[in-house]
């Protein structure tokens, strides 16, 4: 573990069961905020400015999907959206979210599970930092294809090992030739944490919706 990390950090990296990925943000976060900040946690900003390149902002409603404390939300605010829906499967992490008064809805669920959502109903679903080690899977991405609107986007990053190794290259590229989305734009890779692991690198994608 470095300077900046916690025993809630390290272990929500090597859970390897939603119950122990849930205990995990459980014990985290209170402190999540401070410690991503100080780890230069930067993927939230990231995807937020990369769906800010796609969405108007007059566009609702929008998903932020494993919203955690809501990072993502507060970016997306700060940008002039509005109507934002944040999911996640914790609790304790839904609890701070809600404490920011910037999402319309907050509600448990469980990516990689059937979402209890509309079929089309977002302009678009954003999810930073969700797609990596020990978290949700790549079959999570059907599910928040079928809640987006035809011609809505799709932003979400993706850990570079974990898009290799765990099936989101193969899911996202049948998804493409099965013609039920369009890869409008993919960044070059970027820094997850520049001051934590600066060596891991992710990349955020921005899809279409058929
Ligand atoms: C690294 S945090 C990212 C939170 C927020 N998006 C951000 O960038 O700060 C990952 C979040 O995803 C949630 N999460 C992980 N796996 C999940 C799953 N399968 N379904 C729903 N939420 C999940 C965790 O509870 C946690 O809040």
Same mark, same amino acid.
């Given at each position: 573990?470095?300077?900046?990390?916690?025993?809630?950090?390290? %272990?929500?990296? =090597?859970?390897?069961?939603?119950? @122990?990925?849930? #205990?995990?943000?459980?014990?985290? =976060?209170?402190?999540?905020?401070? @410690?991503? /900040? =100080?780890?230069?946690?930067?993927? *939230?900003?990231?995807?937020?400015?990369?769906? %800010?390149?796609?969405? *108007?902002?007059?566009? $609702? *409603?929008?998903?932020?999907? &494993?919203?955690?404390?809501?990072?993502?939300?507060?970016?997306?605010? /700060?940008?002039?959206?509005? &109507? +934002?829906?944040? +999911?996640?499967?914790?609790? !304790?992490?839904?609890?701070?979210? %809600?404490?920011?008064?910037?999402? #319309?809805?907050? $509600?448990?669920?469980?990516?990689?599970? *059937?979402?209890?959502? !509309?079929?089309?109903?977002?302009? /678009?679903? +954003?999810s930073?930092?969700v797609f990596t080690a020990?978290h949700a899977p790549a079959s999570s991405l059907d599910?928040l294809l $079928?809640?987006?609107?035809?011609? &809505?986007?799709l932003?979400f990053s993706v850990r570079d090992d974990i898009h290799r190794t765990q099936g989101f290259r193969e899911r996202q590229d049948a998804l493409e030739a099965q013609?039920r989305w369009r890869l409008r734009e993919r960044s070059e890779p970027v820094?997850?944490?520049?001051?934590?692991?600066?060596?891991?690198l992710a990349r955020v994608f921005v899809y279409?919706?058929?």
């Amino acid at each position: 573990m470095s300077d900046t990390e916690s025993a809630a950090m390290a %272990a929500v990296y =090597a859970a390897r069961t939603v119950g @122990e990925l849930a #205990a995990g943000y459980a014990d985290w =976060a209170e402190r999540y905020d401070a @410690e991503t /900040a =100080a780890s230069g946690y930067r993927l *939230p900003h990231l995807c937020a400015a990369f769906l %800010a390149r796609h969405l *108007p902002a007059e566009a $609702r *409603p929008i998903l932020d999907a &494993g919203c955690g404390t809501g990072l993502v939300g507060d970016d997306l605010r /700060a940008l002039g959206y509005d &109507g +934002i829906t944040g +999911i996640d499967l914790s609790e !304790p992490m839904l609890a701070r979210a %809600a404490g920011r008064g910037v999402y #319309a809805v907050l $509600r448990q669920m469980t990516l990689g599970e *059937p979402l209890d959502l !509309p079929d089309a109903g977002f302009a /678009a679903v +954003i999810s930073s930092g969700v797609f990596t080690a020990g978290h949700a899977p790549a079959s999570s991405l059907d599910e928040l294809l $079928r809640v987006t609107r035809p011609g &809505g986007v799709l932003v979400f990053s993706v850990r570079d090992d974990i898009h290799r190794t765990q099936g989101f290259r193969e899911r996202q590229d049948a998804l493409e030739a099965q013609g039920r989305w369009r890869l409008r734009e993919r960044s070059e890779p970027v820094r997850a944490f520049t001051v934590r692991e600066p060596h891991v690198l992710a990349r955020v994608f921005v899809y279409e919706a058929a």
